[in-house]
Protein backbone atom coordinates (compact mmCIF):
# COMPACT_ATOMS: atom_id res chain seq x y z
CA UNK A 1 0.00 0.00 0.00
CA UNK A 2 1.40 3.28 -0.92
CA UNK A 3 2.14 5.88 2.01
CA UNK A 4 0.35 9.29 0.73
CA UNK A 5 2.31 12.10 0.65
CA UNK A 6 2.35 14.59 3.24
CA UNK A 7 2.06 18.53 1.91
CA UNK A 8 2.69 20.83 4.41
CA UNK A 9 1.58 24.56 2.96
CA UNK A 10 4.34 27.51 4.25
CA UNK A 11 3.74 31.52 3.75
CA UNK A 12 6.59 33.43 3.92
CA UNK A 13 4.82 37.00 5.17
CA UNK A 14 6.53 39.93 3.31
CA UNK A 15 6.79 43.16 3.85
CA UNK A 16 8.62 46.73 2.56
CA UNK A 17 10.22 46.65 5.71
CA UNK A 18 10.89 43.12 5.91
CA UNK A 19 15.06 41.58 5.91
CA UNK A 20 15.41 40.18 2.54
CA UNK A 21 17.83 37.36 4.18
CA UNK A 22 14.87 35.70 6.45
CA UNK A 23 12.34 35.83 3.77
CA UNK A 24 14.58 34.02 1.18
CA UNK A 25 16.94 31.70 3.08
CA UNK A 26 13.94 29.81 4.81
CA UNK A 27 12.69 29.17 1.30
CA UNK A 28 15.69 27.43 0.01
CA UNK A 29 16.03 25.24 3.47
CA UNK A 30 12.82 23.54 2.87
CA UNK A 31 13.57 23.17 -1.08
CA UNK A 32 16.45 21.79 -0.09
CA UNK A 33 14.71 19.40 2.32
CA UNK A 34 12.19 18.64 -0.73
CA UNK A 35 15.44 17.08 -2.44
CA UNK A 36 16.60 15.22 0.36
CA UNK A 37 13.03 13.61 1.50
CA UNK A 38 13.73 11.64 -2.41
CA UNK A 39 16.07 9.38 -0.41
CA UNK A 40 14.42 8.64 2.71
CA UNK A 41 11.86 5.92 2.49
CA UNK A 42 8.23 6.18 1.58
CA UNK A 43 6.86 6.10 5.17
CA UNK A 44 8.77 9.51 5.84
CA UNK A 45 8.17 11.42 2.49
CA UNK A 46 6.61 15.23 2.83
CA UNK A 47 6.71 17.61 0.80
CA UNK A 48 6.92 21.82 1.80
CA UNK A 49 5.19 23.61 -0.84
CA UNK A 50 6.26 27.49 -0.18
CA UNK A 51 4.69 30.89 -0.90
CA UNK A 52 5.31 34.22 0.08
CA UNK A 53 2.46 35.75 1.26
CA UNK A 54 1.12 39.63 1.75
CA UNK A 55 -1.56 41.96 2.45
CA UNK A 56 -0.62 44.30 -0.13
CA UNK A 57 -1.21 43.50 -3.28
CA UNK A 58 0.37 40.62 -6.03
CA UNK A 59 3.91 41.87 -5.79
CA UNK A 60 6.09 43.47 -2.86
CA UNK A 61 9.18 45.41 -3.34
CA UNK A 62 11.26 45.52 -0.22
CA UNK A 63 13.79 47.74 0.30
CA UNK A 64 16.46 46.05 -0.95
CA UNK A 65 14.80 46.66 -4.44
CA UNK A 66 13.75 42.82 -4.40
CA UNK A 67 10.46 42.23 -5.62
CA UNK A 68 8.50 38.98 -4.54
CA UNK A 69 5.49 37.82 -6.42
CA UNK A 70 2.64 36.93 -3.37
CA UNK A 71 -0.22 35.20 -2.97
CA UNK A 72 -3.21 36.84 -0.12
CA UNK A 73 -2.80 35.93 3.57
CA UNK A 74 -5.85 33.40 4.28
CA UNK A 75 -6.49 31.74 7.44
CA UNK A 76 -6.26 28.06 6.48
CA UNK A 77 -4.73 28.73 3.60
CA UNK A 78 -1.34 27.92 5.25
CA UNK A 79 0.38 25.34 7.76
CA UNK A 80 2.73 27.60 8.70
CA UNK A 81 3.21 31.63 8.43
CA UNK A 82 6.30 32.90 8.97
CA UNK A 83 7.37 36.30 9.93
CA UNK A 84 10.61 37.38 8.68
CA UNK A 85 12.59 39.88 10.85
CA UNK A 86 11.96 43.67 10.90
CA UNK A 87 14.96 45.77 9.00
CA UNK A 88 16.69 48.49 11.84
CA UNK A 89 19.56 49.92 12.99
CA UNK A 90 18.21 50.00 16.50
CA UNK A 91 15.43 49.63 18.63
CA UNK A 92 14.59 53.02 18.18
CA UNK A 93 13.36 51.87 14.46
CA UNK A 94 12.07 49.07 14.75
CA UNK A 95 9.40 51.14 16.64
CA UNK A 96 9.34 53.16 13.46
CA UNK A 97 8.55 50.08 11.86
CA UNK A 98 5.70 48.63 13.65
CA UNK A 99 3.70 51.73 13.50
CA UNK A 100 3.27 50.83 9.71
CA UNK A 101 2.90 47.08 9.87
CA UNK A 102 -0.96 47.48 10.41
CA UNK A 103 -2.20 45.71 7.44
CA UNK A 104 0.81 42.65 8.87
CA UNK A 105 -1.12 42.55 12.19
CA UNK A 106 -4.13 42.46 11.27
CA UNK A 107 -3.23 39.10 9.28
CA UNK A 108 -1.55 37.82 11.45
CA UNK A 109 -4.63 37.95 14.19
CA UNK A 110 -6.68 36.56 11.71
CA UNK A 111 -4.73 33.93 10.99
CA UNK A 112 -3.78 33.33 14.54
CA UNK A 113 -6.48 30.62 15.81
CA UNK A 114 -6.30 28.98 12.13
CA UNK A 115 -4.88 25.61 13.49
CA UNK A 116 -1.43 26.34 11.85
CA UNK A 117 1.54 27.35 13.13
CA UNK A 118 3.13 31.51 13.13
CA UNK A 119 6.83 31.47 13.18
CA UNK A 120 8.43 34.45 13.58
CA UNK A 121 12.18 35.34 13.14
CA UNK A 122 15.36 37.57 15.14
CA UNK A 123 13.05 40.80 15.25
CA UNK A 124 9.77 39.48 13.64
CA UNK A 125 8.59 38.36 16.81
CA UNK A 126 7.88 42.08 17.65
CA UNK A 127 5.10 41.98 15.25
CA UNK A 128 3.36 39.10 16.74
CA UNK A 129 3.73 40.45 20.45
CA UNK A 130 2.77 44.22 18.84
CA UNK A 131 -0.81 42.36 17.41
CA UNK A 132 -1.00 41.38 20.78
CA UNK A 133 -0.43 37.36 20.16
CA UNK A 134 1.81 36.72 22.29
CA UNK A 135 0.59 37.83 25.79
CA UNK A 136 1.16 35.55 28.56
CA UNK A 137 3.39 33.58 26.43
CA UNK A 138 6.74 32.78 26.07
CA UNK A 139 8.86 33.73 23.26
CA UNK A 140 12.14 34.78 22.31
CA UNK A 141 13.84 37.40 19.61
CA UNK A 142 17.37 39.22 19.11
CA UNK A 143 19.50 39.00 22.08
CA UNK A 144 20.51 42.50 21.51
CA UNK A 145 16.76 43.48 21.24
CA UNK A 146 15.97 41.34 24.71
CA UNK A 147 16.00 44.51 27.06
CA UNK A 148 14.03 46.50 24.71
CA UNK A 149 11.21 44.01 23.97
CA UNK A 150 11.22 43.04 27.41
CA UNK A 151 10.37 47.06 28.27
CA UNK A 152 7.92 46.95 25.36
CA UNK A 153 5.83 44.06 25.91
CA UNK A 154 6.37 43.39 29.67
CA UNK A 155 2.83 40.51 29.40
CA UNK A 156 5.58 38.87 27.55
CA UNK A 157 7.59 35.84 29.05
CA UNK A 158 10.64 36.53 27.18
CA UNK A 159 13.17 34.04 27.23
CA UNK A 160 16.06 35.39 24.80
CA UNK A 161 19.21 32.85 25.72
CA UNK A 162 16.82 30.07 24.16
CA UNK A 163 17.47 29.71 20.02
CA UNK A 164 13.97 28.75 19.48
CA UNK A 165 10.82 29.07 21.61
CA UNK A 166 7.41 26.86 21.17
CA UNK A 167 4.41 28.00 22.69
CA UNK A 168 0.96 26.48 21.19
CA UNK A 169 1.08 27.71 17.95
CA UNK A 170 3.59 30.17 18.51
CA UNK A 171 6.79 29.72 17.19
CA UNK A 172 9.91 31.81 17.84
CA UNK A 173 13.47 31.87 16.99
CA UNK A 174 16.78 34.25 18.23
CA UNK A 175 18.93 36.48 16.10
CA UNK A 176 19.56 37.16 12.20
CA UNK A 177 20.52 33.82 11.23
CA UNK A 178 18.39 31.83 13.12
CA UNK A 179 15.57 31.92 10.31
CA UNK A 180 17.86 28.80 9.40
CA UNK A 181 17.56 26.98 12.79
CA UNK A 182 13.86 27.68 12.32
CA UNK A 183 13.76 26.59 9.03
CA UNK A 184 14.97 23.20 10.02
CA UNK A 185 13.34 22.62 13.33
CA UNK A 186 9.90 22.99 11.08
CA UNK A 187 11.25 20.16 8.52
CA UNK A 188 11.98 18.26 11.91
CA UNK A 189 8.62 18.76 13.22
CA UNK A 190 6.95 17.85 9.99
CA UNK A 191 9.30 15.46 8.27
CA UNK A 192 11.17 13.98 11.35
CA UNK A 193 14.76 13.91 12.91
CA UNK A 194 16.75 12.39 9.95
CA UNK A 195 14.98 14.48 7.55
CA UNK A 196 16.10 17.30 9.59
CA UNK A 197 19.58 16.62 10.68
CA UNK A 198 20.31 15.21 6.52
CA UNK A 199 18.92 18.92 5.55
CA UNK A 200 21.74 20.43 8.06
CA UNK A 201 24.36 18.71 6.70
CA UNK A 202 23.53 19.40 3.45
CA UNK A 203 23.51 23.29 4.52
CA UNK A 204 26.66 23.43 6.33
CA UNK A 205 24.82 24.08 9.46
CA UNK A 206 24.83 23.24 13.29
CA UNK A 207 22.00 20.92 13.93
CA UNK A 208 22.59 21.25 17.77
CA UNK A 209 22.40 24.90 18.29
CA UNK A 210 19.66 25.52 21.13
CA UNK A 211 21.17 28.85 22.85
CA UNK A 212 21.72 32.28 21.77
CA UNK A 213 24.30 32.72 24.99
CA UNK A 214 27.76 31.69 23.38
CA UNK A 215 27.04 34.93 20.95
CA UNK A 216 25.61 37.11 23.29
CA UNK A 217 27.67 40.82 23.88
CA UNK A 218 25.91 42.27 26.62
CA UNK A 219 27.59 46.09 25.67
CA UNK A 220 25.51 46.12 22.96
CA UNK A 221 22.11 45.25 23.95
CA UNK A 222 19.54 47.65 23.12
CA UNK A 223 17.90 49.48 25.60
CA UNK A 224 14.96 51.82 25.10
CA UNK A 225 15.33 53.41 21.89
CA UNK A 226 15.56 56.91 23.60
CA UNK A 227 17.30 59.04 20.00
CA UNK A 228 19.71 60.85 22.49
CA UNK A 229 20.74 57.53 24.07
CA UNK A 230 21.26 55.70 21.06
CA UNK A 231 23.02 58.85 19.35
CA UNK A 232 25.41 58.30 22.46
CA UNK A 233 25.96 54.75 21.68
CA UNK A 234 26.59 55.65 18.01
CA UNK A 235 29.01 57.85 18.96
CA UNK A 236 30.96 55.56 21.22
CA UNK A 237 30.85 52.38 19.68
CA UNK A 238 33.08 54.56 17.06
CA UNK A 239 35.82 55.82 19.45
CA UNK A 240 36.52 52.21 20.92
CA UNK A 241 40.68 53.22 20.75
CA UNK A 242 40.24 56.34 21.52
CA UNK A 243 40.20 58.46 24.84
CA UNK A 244 37.12 60.67 24.95
CA UNK A 245 35.00 62.71 28.49
CA UNK A 246 31.36 63.29 28.99
CA UNK A 247 31.36 67.15 27.89
CA UNK A 248 32.50 66.12 24.49
CA UNK A 249 29.83 62.99 24.45
CA UNK A 250 26.96 65.76 25.96
CA UNK A 251 28.04 68.30 23.66
CA UNK A 252 27.38 65.58 20.76
CA UNK A 253 24.11 64.97 21.91
CA UNK A 254 22.81 67.82 22.23
CA UNK A 255 22.45 68.29 26.24
CA UNK A 256 23.75 68.18 29.70
CA UNK A 257 26.33 65.57 30.70
CA UNK A 258 24.05 65.13 33.73
CA UNK A 259 20.68 64.57 32.06
CA UNK A 260 23.00 62.42 29.49
CA UNK A 261 24.12 60.60 32.66
CA UNK A 262 21.05 60.07 33.99
CA UNK A 263 18.98 58.62 30.47
CA UNK A 264 22.09 56.67 29.93
CA UNK A 265 22.09 55.01 32.98
CA UNK A 266 18.34 54.36 33.22
CA UNK A 267 18.36 52.50 29.64
CA UNK A 268 21.59 50.97 29.10
CA UNK A 269 21.72 50.35 33.05
CA UNK A 270 25.76 51.30 33.01
CA UNK A 271 27.23 54.53 32.53
CA UNK A 272 28.47 55.74 29.62
CA UNK A 273 32.25 54.88 30.68
CA UNK A 274 30.81 51.58 31.90
CA UNK A 275 29.30 50.57 28.81
CA UNK A 276 32.65 51.82 27.04
CA UNK A 277 34.83 48.94 29.06
CA UNK A 278 31.90 46.46 28.46
CA UNK A 279 32.51 47.09 24.47
CA UNK A 280 36.29 47.50 24.77
CA UNK A 281 36.58 43.81 26.47
CA UNK A 282 34.38 42.26 24.10
CA UNK A 283 36.49 43.74 21.30
CA UNK A 284 39.07 42.27 23.19
CA UNK A 285 37.56 39.20 23.50
CA UNK A 286 37.00 38.50 19.55
CA UNK A 287 40.64 39.41 19.05
CA UNK A 288 41.99 37.29 21.53
CA UNK A 289 39.89 34.51 19.94
CA UNK A 290 40.43 34.89 16.45
CA UNK A 291 43.92 36.31 16.06
CA UNK A 292 47.86 36.26 17.35
CA UNK A 293 47.96 39.72 18.55
CA UNK A 294 49.99 40.26 21.46
CA UNK A 295 48.17 41.63 24.64
CA UNK A 296 49.95 44.86 23.90
CA UNK A 297 48.67 45.66 20.38
CA UNK A 298 44.89 44.25 21.65
CA UNK A 299 45.34 46.55 24.46
CA UNK A 300 46.23 49.53 22.07
CA UNK A 301 43.63 48.54 20.19
CA UNK A 302 41.10 48.90 22.64
CA UNK A 303 42.23 52.43 23.68
CA UNK A 304 44.15 51.54 26.51
CA UNK A 305 48.00 53.00 27.44
CA UNK A 306 49.36 50.13 28.96
CA UNK A 307 48.21 46.21 29.55
CA UNK A 308 47.72 46.68 33.29
CA UNK A 309 44.99 48.53 33.04
CA UNK A 310 43.63 46.75 30.13
CA UNK A 311 44.10 43.74 32.40
CA UNK A 312 42.07 45.02 35.29
CA UNK A 313 39.12 46.37 33.33
CA UNK A 314 38.91 42.85 31.35
CA UNK A 315 39.32 41.09 34.73
CA UNK A 316 36.46 43.11 35.84
CA UNK A 317 34.17 42.47 32.68
CA UNK A 318 35.24 38.98 31.97
CA UNK A 319 35.91 37.44 35.43
CA UNK A 320 39.40 36.01 33.84
CA UNK A 321 42.80 37.65 32.85
CA UNK A 322 43.38 38.03 29.29
CA UNK A 323 45.82 35.19 29.36
CA UNK A 324 43.21 32.92 30.74
CA UNK A 325 40.93 33.79 28.55
CA UNK A 326 43.12 33.29 25.49
CA UNK A 327 44.47 30.15 27.08
CA UNK A 328 40.78 28.59 26.70
CA UNK A 329 41.47 28.43 23.04
CA UNK A 330 44.31 26.38 23.86
CA UNK A 331 46.37 29.86 22.08
CA UNK A 332 49.62 31.49 23.56
CA UNK A 333 49.10 34.42 25.54
Not at 255 to 263: A, E, F, I, K, V
Not at 268 to 287: F, I
Not at 314 to 333: C, D, I, N
Amino acid sequence: MTTPLKIIRIGILVFPDCVASSAVVPFDVFNIANVVVQYRPAAEHVRFVVRWASQRGEHVTIKDGLSFPTQPVSAGEYDVLIVPGVEHENSHDVAGVLERLGAERDALRDFAGSGGLIASNCSGTFLLAEAGLLDGRRATTSWWLSKYFGKRYPKVALDADELIVRDGAFLSSGGATSYIDLGLWLVGHFGGEALRQMTAKILVADSHRASQTPYIASAIVQGDGHAVVERARRWLNQRMDQEWNMVELAAHCNTSSRTLLRRFQKAVGLSPVQYTQQLRVERAKALLESTTLSLEDITARCGYANVSTFSTVFKRWAQVTPREYRGRFGLRA
